[in-house]
Nanobody
Framework: QVQLVESGGGSVQAGGSLRLSCSASGSTFSTTFMAWFRQVSGNEREGIGYTFVQTRFTYVTDSVKGRFTISQDSAKNTVYLQMNSLKPEDTAVYYC????????????????????WGQGTQVTVSS
């Protein structure tokens, strides 16, 4: 089992920045990919991007490309989501997820591919 705890959410004005952290514990050695998702109440969970733990390869979706960056600190078992130029439409609950899957790609990147989830952290962007 892998436990994930997100932190760093909060309220910010449009144009501002936030950095979310996702700290992993437990059987982290089995984790291959870690990802960030977000969800607005009543909507489906939306993928933001993922990182391949072993190589640090990262992928972010077109909706946030150029504004959001995923990085990791392996020594701390922590993955980060740096969010810049925030917009009101970025307001959502942000979730960290992890999987032991052997592969991941943009075409199969979706919530069902991830077994472990954090509790989520609220990000609110005001205009």
């Amino acid at each position: 089992q892998v436990q994930l705890v997100e932190s760093g959410g909060g309220s910010v004005q449009a144009g501002g920045s936030l950095r979310l952290s996702c700290s992993a514990s437990g059987s982290t050695f089995s984790t291959t990919f870690m990802a960030w998702f977000r969800q607005v109440s009543g909507n489906e969970r939306e993928g933001i991007g993922y990182t391949f733990v072993q190589t640090r390869f990262t992928y972010v979706t077109d909706s946030v490309k150029g504004r959001f960056t995923i990085s990791q600190d392996s020594a701390k078992n922590t993955v980060y989501l740096q969010m810049n130029s925030l917009k009101p439409e970025d307001t959502a609950v942000y979730y960290c997820a992890a999987t032991t899957a052997n592969s991941m790609s943009a075409s199969i990147f979706r919530p069902s591919r991830f077994e472990f989830w954090g509790q989520g952290t609220q990000v609110t962007v005001s205009s």
